[in-house]
Structures are given as C-alpha cells and as structure tokens.
C-alpha cells in the first residue's frame, strides 16, 4: 500500500504473502474515506480476513456479514517508484519515543506556518533545532551511534511527528539521509517485523 500527498510518502509491503485468486499483479486506487471506513469496520469485528473485489467502477469490501462499497478512483497514481531513495547512506538509529518528544520540544519554536525543524547529524549526536522571529530557538540533543560526514536537513516537524505517531512511538527508527537537498527516508528499525515500512519526506530550506 502506497500513499502520497506530493510532500511526505508512506509504503508499507508485506512480503511472501500469498492472496486467493489472484494471480499477476493488480493495482487499484482507494479513496482515503473508504480506508478510514474500512478501518471502523475492523475494530468492530472478530472476521479473520478482509474479502476485497471490484468491478469496472466500484470497490467492494467484506468483512464478516458486512459489506462495504466504494466507487473506484479515476487517474494515475503517482509513479513513486521514481522517488523512493535509493543512496541515502548516512543514518542514524534512534528511539522513536525519545525522537518524538524531542521534536515536540523544539517546534514550540518553529515558525507556525511551517513548522519547519532542522535535523543535524555529526559524531555520535543527532541535534534537532527551531527558530522564528516570534518564539527565539531551540534545540535538543540525542546521542547515537554516527560517524559519517556532518549532515542538515530541514523538514515539516507534523510530518515526522505523523510518521512516528503511525509506529505509537514505539522501538527504534532509522533515519536515512543522502544529502540536504534529497529526499529523508525513514523506517522502523526491526528486521523481524512482519510488515515493511518506508516514509520518504521531502526537505525543506530553512
């Protein structure tokens, strides 16, 4: 599952599973309603599996004794193979509870339109920083394992705060970097998760 709004993308893939009767690849376009409805229906129910199937104008979901339909989407999906970073070899191991409380420190900071943050990497620390004409600065420390060149990027602190709410704040996060102009990758740092998730955010000057 794939989703973008032009700034920030979130990919989540589960590996060697294996789907009833379908054979070949199949793509379609959801709305979001029609996932957050479908979402109200599974925390309501005990079904094991989703049934999903469509025809040539609608999406068609069962769940138990329910059914839910939504008309499909029109157009063509962003080509977000093209944006998914491939070089972002400078990283950085966190815990995505100390990392969400940091950012939510400093970007009491941070200019209220844009919610800008800057995140600088260099020998074994990890500094996220704000400043606006209104509030003055701050900045906040994480030690962590990195001894790669120094790096800052700046980035939308909601969309980060957003990408680390979607885990509950939960484990350790890694944060992927190529340089200040490219796109930031993140994802769980759990090779034992049964899901693969990657969030690629789009930098911001500051």
Excluded: C, W
Excluded at 93 to 113: G, M, P, T
């Amino acid at each position: 599952m794939v989703a973008t709004d032009g700034h920030r993308l979130a990919y989540v893939e589960k590996p060697n599973e294996i789907l009833e009767g379908i054979s070949g690849e199949k793509r379609v376009l959801i709305p979001r309603k029609a996932l957050q409805e479908l979402q109200q229906l599974l925390s309501y129910t005990e079904a094991e599996k989703v049934e999903f199937a469509d025809d040539e104008h609608t999406l068609f979901f069962r769940v138990g004794h329910r059914t839910l339909s939504t008309r499909k989407l029109s157009g063509q999906f962003p080509n977000f193979e093209a944006v998914m970073p491939r070089d972002n070899t400078k990283f950085a191991v966190v815990s995505s509870s100390e990392l969400s409380s940091a950012i939510q420190r400093v970007a009491q900071f941070a200019d209220e339109r844009s919610g800008a943050i800057r995140i600088r990497l260099e020998s074994n620390e990890l500094k996220i920083s704000s400043s606006s004409t209104e509030s003055g600065e701050s900045e906040d420390t994480i030690d962590t394992p990195y001894s790669s060149d120094p790096i800052a990027v700046g980035f939308n602190s909601v969309y980060i705060l957003d990408f680390l709410k979607a885990l509950n704040n939960e484990g350790e996060v890694r944060l992927e970097f190529k340089d200040s102009q490219s796109a930031g990758q993140m994802r769980p740092e759990d090779p034992e998760a049964e899901y693969k998730y990657r969030y690629v955010l789009m930098p911001m000057r500051i």
